[in-house]
């Protein structure tokens, strides 16, 4: 079964090749942004993934990776306080997501931001309006405070100036970009990205890719990408989950480049070496 597989020493040695730091123990490491505890999520009697037991380290950017139909979305919920576990702990900075008090949970979340695959943006809505209106939801701050946010965080993904146009003058490369101003809107400090370069052209998502990174780097913020793009994984991942369908089970985790080169769980090296001749 390809759950033995993974568990197996010899997997866990070549996919571990990196660093010293990187060998430590992370669920002791106080760098951990997020951790999942032998996690069950499901939908009714349906049950979409189990033994979920994973982290996520402060400043990295995380790749959910898999085959259609394997959950990463249902993680990504998970993740995003969307949907409780069926069974096991999900930790945001430090704290059980599931287990301190709703009000509690409300400001962890604050610390978290989403882009959605289509950017999810109000069409009849500028692109000012659309970054304001978390900020007018959420802070005390003045309109003309608000606004001035709005046009920093579109100069922050290269839109300076766009803040009066509307979702349907500006291109679909263009609208991600404004869809990560927005997730950026509250300042988190963990930021999740749907697909991001779903849609676009190569040079388009390369622009993307390189705005992640970036971020990360300018910004130190955590982020956790569902792809299943291999030039953008390879490229951003510095870390990364493997789910798969047929298990309804994490199969492993590592660097996606060691992962394709070293793992020796067949349906992962043929998922990141797909398309090699």
């Known amino acids: ?29 106080a760098s951990v942004a997020i951790r999942l505890e032998d996690v069950a999520l499901g939908y009714g009697p349906t049950i979409v993934q189990q033994g979920l037991s994973f982290a ?22 998970a993740l995003t306080g969307l949907l409780a576990p069926r069974q096991g702990q999900v930790f945001l ?7 301190v008090s709703e009000e509690a949970r409300t400001q962890l979340l604050r610390g978290v931001g ?31 405070q608000i606004s001035e946010l709005a046009e920093y965080k579109l100069a922050l993904v290269g839109l300076a100036g766009f803040g009066g146009y509307y979702p349907g003058q500006i291109s679909g490369g263009m609208r991600k970009r404004v869809g990560v101003a927005r997730a950026m809107a509250l300042d988190p400090d963990i930021l999740f990205f749907d697909e991001p370069s779903a849609g676009l052209d190569p040079l388009s998502a390369r622009r993307l890719d390189d705005l992640i990174l970036e971020l990360r780097d300018s910004l ?13 994984l390879f490229l951003i991942g510095d870390d990364a989950v493997f789910l798969d369908a047929e298990t309804h089970s994490m199969l492993t985790t590592g660097h996606p480049k060691q992962l394709r080169d070293h793992s020796e769980i067949d349906e992962v090296r043929a998922f990141l070496r797909r398309g090699e001749s």
């Open 1 to 29: 079964m390809p759950q033995a597989e993974a568990q197996t020493p010899s997997d866990t040695q070549t996919q571990a090749l990196a660093s010293e730091d990187d060998q430590a123990p992370r669920e002791d490491d």
């Open 56 to 77: 996520i380290r402060r400043s990295d950017v995380f790749i959910i990776m898999g085959g259609s139909g394997c959950g990463k979305s249902t993680v990504m919920r």
């Open 93 to 99: 900075q430090d704290q059980s997501l599931w287990e």
């Open 114 to 144: 989403v882009m959605y695959q289509s950017g999810a943006l109000w069409s009849s809505m500028t692109l000012e309006e659309n970054i304001a209106l978390p900020l007018e939801q959420y802070t005390p701050l003045s309109k003309q």
């Open 220 to 232: 130190g913020t955590t982020m956790v990408v569902i792809t299943h793009d291999l030039d953008s």
